[in-house]
């Protein structure tokens, strides 16, 4: 009788003494999360994230990131996206538009059932990542930057801050969804506004010869969102600086680059906003059931060297509304 009273005690001590082991080993191990970017001109966003997970009270020891960075080609962000997937981490975030509808197919390939978050993609609904705005369905929610939405706002704002431009050139990227609609916004708005637009494909090669030889006084240039647009932030910046047109962007770091101007929300901010999201989840809700977000802030930049440079005349009623990029350097204020 004794020896079974032993034998019982013993079997308690033992699953007690592993069952401890597993739930110290459980607390020890960092929630694994996945983050897939299509360059790095998506970093900030990246940092933006891990900045609202730390505010968010998680502990910098509980999150493992696991980063796969495509470097700007659309072959190798499918290899990145099928090496994270093997990962198998408990959510994943996108920090574009191409990101995830690259990382969609692949999931829907592959029948892999992993909640995703973006960090900023204009038009989710309309390019088909998500069902409605209100309850996305599937395994896709995040942060809406509003930018196609904005491209008309965009057109306006350049035309009110710049009174004397005549014409207007739209950059956009005829192989990105998300550019392709932007464009049409802007052409709509343009039909309204009743000014001539004239849009140049940046997926074109000889898109640079096409600008350089038919820019004239008195035109503007505006850029609508895309990856490939933000790769080629320094090679227009020089074109414009060249031919001493007026440009409108999208991003702050557009503006710093030396573009005149940009409306649109940060990178960062999209990443830290998308924070929220990844707790949710981790706490036990579904993508599907958590509605699409609007940017929490839409700044509007403008830089003053850059206009001083272009030696043109700003609106004044509409340069008092702007945030000027480095100010005491520039002599902004």
């Avoid at 960092?30 to 997970?53: D, W």
């Avoid at 998680?58 to 072959?75: F, Q, T």
């Avoid at 990145?80 to 994943?92: F, G, N, R, V």
């Avoid at 829907?108 to 059932?113: M, S, Y």
Wanted: glycine share 6%.
């Amino acid at each position: 009788m004794k020896t079974k009273w032993y034998f019982f005690i013993l079997i308690i001590i033992i699953v007690s003494v592993l069952l401890n082991n597993f739930i110290n080993h459980r607390e020890d191990t960092p929630t694994k999360i996945g983050v897939i970017m299509m360059g790095n001109s998506r970093v900030e966003k990246l940092t933006g994230l891990k900045k609202g997970i730390r505010e968010l009270g998680y502990k910098e020891d509980a999150i493992e990131y696991v980063v796969k960075n495509a470097l700007d080609n659309e072959k190798t962000l499918n290899e990145k996206i099928d090496e994270l997937i093997k990962e198998k981490p408990a959510l994943i975030v996108t920090m574009g538009g191409i990101e995830t509808l690259a990382l969609k197919e692949k999931m829907e390939e592959q029948k892999v059932k992993i909640p995703v978050v973006f960090a900023g993609v204009a038009a989710p609904k309309e390019i088909g990542i998500i069902k409605d705005y209100r309850s996305p369905g599937g395994f896709f929610t995040g942060i809406n930057n509003y930018h196609t939405s904005l491209s008309g706002k965009r057109l306006e704002l350049l035309h009110q801050l710049v009174p004397s431009a005549k014409r207007f050139f739209v950059l956009y990227d005829k192989e990105n969804k998300v550019s392709v609609l932007s464009l049409e916004n802007t052409i709509d708005a343009a039909k309204s506004l009743a000014l001539p637009v004239i849009p140049v494909n940046i997926s074109d090669p000889k898109f640079t010869e096409f600008l350089s030889g038919n820019i004239q006084q008195d035109d503007a240039l505006l850029m609508v969102p895309g990856f490939r647009m933000e790769s080629l932030t320094e090679k227009i910046a020089k074109i414009i600086k060249e031919n001493k047109i007026p440009a409108m962007g999208v991003y702050g770091n557009e503006v710093e680059e030396g573009i005149l101007a940009s409306y649109g929300s940060s990178f960062e901010e999209q990443g830290y906003q998308a924070a929220r999201y990844v707790s949710r989840i981790l706490q036990g809700n579904s993508p599907a059931d958590l509605p699409v977000e609007l940017p929490d802030t839409i700044h509007f930049f403008i830089n003053t060297k850059v206009k001083d440079e272009l030696g043109i005349e700003l609106n004044s009623e509409i340069t008092n509304l702007a945030e000027f990029i480095k100010p005491d350097r520039e002599g902004a204020k």
